[in-house]
Structures are given as C-alpha cells and as structure tokens.
C-alpha cells in the first residue's frame, strides 16, 4: 500500500511539474544595437518587467548585437516564429506596409513631440493595425531619434555639401531618394557591416542618430559630424501574431503595457542623453557642425514628398502634417 501511495504521490508531483512547464511561455527578442545602446536598455526593461508581473510564467531572452541575423533576418525571423519579438529600425518594415514609409519622409516630424502624436495616436494605430495580416503585432515605435549625417570630407552646411559623397543608406526609400537628389551616391549597407565598410572607404559618409552613431563607435572612422536632423527615425517593437495571440487576454494586457512603458522610458533616456553624446563624440576628437541651412534642405528634398504621394496618395501625408 505505502509503495503504491508513494507511486501516485511521485505521479502527481511529476505531472504538476509537466502543466508548470507546459504553463511557462519563453520569448526570444532580438536587435542590431550593441548592448551599450539605448535598444538593449528597453529590451532589458521589458525583460525584468514582464518576468516580475507574470511571477516567472513569462520569460524573456535577450539577443542583441544581431546575433539572430541582420534586420531582414530578424523581421523574417519574427514573421515565421523563429524569434518572437523583434525590434528594428522601422523602415526595415516599410516593404510589408507601404503605408509606414510616410513616417521616413525627410522632415516630415519638426519635433519629437509631432513625431510621437502621430506614432502613438490613431495614424500610428491605424498603421499597426496593417502589419497584422503580415504576422506581426505591433507593440510600439521607440526611439532612434532624428538623423544626421557624417563624413569624412567636410561640415555639411548646404546640400550642395552633400554633392559627390558616397552615402551609406538603409533600405528606406524616401532617405535613398534624398540622398540621390542631393547628388550623392547611395549604397545600401547592413548597419552591422557599416564600420568596416567606412574604415575601408567602400563608403565617406553615413547619417544615424546621434545614439548609434555612439554606440557603434562611428567617431572612430569619422571626422564630421554635421546636425541636419532630416529625418526622424522611428524603431519598431512588434511581435509575432500567433506567439501574441497564443497568451491569455490578461497576458497580452500586461505586454502592451510593459512595452508602452517601455518606449516612454526610451524616448525619455535619448532625449536627455543626447547632448551628452555629442559631446563625447567631441571629446573623442568628432569636429561637430551646427550651423546647417535646414531650410534650403527641406526646399531641395520636397520632391521625395512628391513622390510617396505619387505612388501612395497625399491621404497619409496630409493627415500627418494637418496634426
């Protein structure tokens, strides 16, 4: 009797040990950034936060650095299941939703908190809402923050300046077009391969907010760092759809939560640490240029506007500058 007692006790142990198993949900989230970036401070606060509040029902591991692949890996990564939550620049994203490449127009966004109504209020939603069919949820847009260009040859003052540089240029249409416009030389390059790629002169000039430009030690392989601000440049957090449908509705409550949360705190950390890192840049011996002619550069890249809405619709643009 007491070894078919002990038998039923080990056989109940055992099985509530499986549904605890079975009851832990892991996610795997993945970025470019280097973990001295403001990318890994997210993700490491949505790690803590989501592991706390579920009591450990939820894990969540960390892979940044691209670790898991370059942008587009992760985003197909993301889309098939593979990794669970990606964050990644939003215009690696802009082929599945069309739509999102009116957020990369240069000078669309004059101010962070323009930039952020849109993101955060109904247009930034009614956006988000376009990835679902493509097997993402969208959790939020943190910050890259406003872009600006560096090289080798000079301060850019005027976009003449720009004339004759070979740029490396991400994947985004309108930044591709600018640059093409300005007279430069676009070449897409993975931001991964970009340092190696500037040391070797594949490429003089690139543009990045000021965060990246730190955390990948750009200052090394360039001497001018020039404020054109042209572009706002938006990251995005989403998650796979059926990872995301697959928690219980309190679950998903508690990831949206944590990951708004989330992007305050990141946008609030790049606002106040930016002009810390451009004097750091300075320090480490980055010539940094001020005095840009930002209005004869929002006059000469008016026809990249003018073609997002040729082959998209002014609806968008209209809504986002009307804010």
């Not at 340092?195 to 430009?213: F, K, M, W």
């Not at 759809?241 to 990141?266: H, N, P, T």
């Amino acid at each position: 009797m007491k070894t078919l007692i002990r038998t039923t006790c080990m056989a109940a142990i055992m099985s509530v040990a499986a549904l605890s198993a079975q009851a832990q949900t892991s996610l795997r989230l993945a970025h470019a950034a280097p973990e001295s970036d403001l990318q890994q401070t997210l993700a490491t606060y949505f790690k803590e936060q989501i592991e706390e509040r579920s009591e450990g029902e939820i894990t969540v591991t960390i892979f940044p650095q691209g670790q898991l692949g370059n942008d587009a890996a992760m985003v197909d990564g993301t889309r098939s299941g593979i990794i669970d939550i990606v964050m990644t620049g939003l215009n690696n994203l802009t082929g599945l939703v069309p739509d999102a490449g009116a957020f990369e127009l240069p000078f669309i966004f004059p101010t962070r908190a323009d930039a952020y109504a849109v993101l955060d209020g109904e247009i930034g939603q009614g956006i988000s809402a376009q990835f679902e069919p493509e097997g993402l949820k969208m959790l939020g847009y943190p910050e890259n923050g406003y872009r600006n260009m560096t090289n080798n040859r000079g301060p850019i003052v005027e976009p003449a300046d720009v004339s004759g540089l070979q740029m490396r240029v991400n994947n985004s249409r309108a930044l591709s077009d600018m640059f093409q416009l300005l007279g430069a030389t676009p070449q897409q390059i993975p931001v991964a391969e970009l340092y190696t790629a500037l040391e070797t002169g594949v490429v003089d000039a690139q543009d990045h907010p000021i965060g990246i430009v730190q955390s990948f030690k750009f200052d090394e392989v360039q001497d001018y760092l020039s404020m054109t601000q042209h572009a706002y440049s938006a990251l995005a957090l989403a998650m796979n759809m059926d990872k995301f449908e697959g928690l219980d509705e309190e679950q998903q409550a508690m990831v949206l939560e944590v990951a708004a949360e989330a992007v305050a705190m990141q946008r609030e950390l790049a606002q106040e640490r930016e002009d810390e890192m451009i004097a750091d840049l300075e320090s480490k011996g980055m010539q940094v240029n001020r005095d840009v002619n930002a209005e004869a550069f929002q006059e000469a890249v008016r026809p990249v506007w003018d073609s997002f809405v040729e082959q998209n619709g002014d609806a968008l643009v209209n809504a986002i500058t009307a804010q």
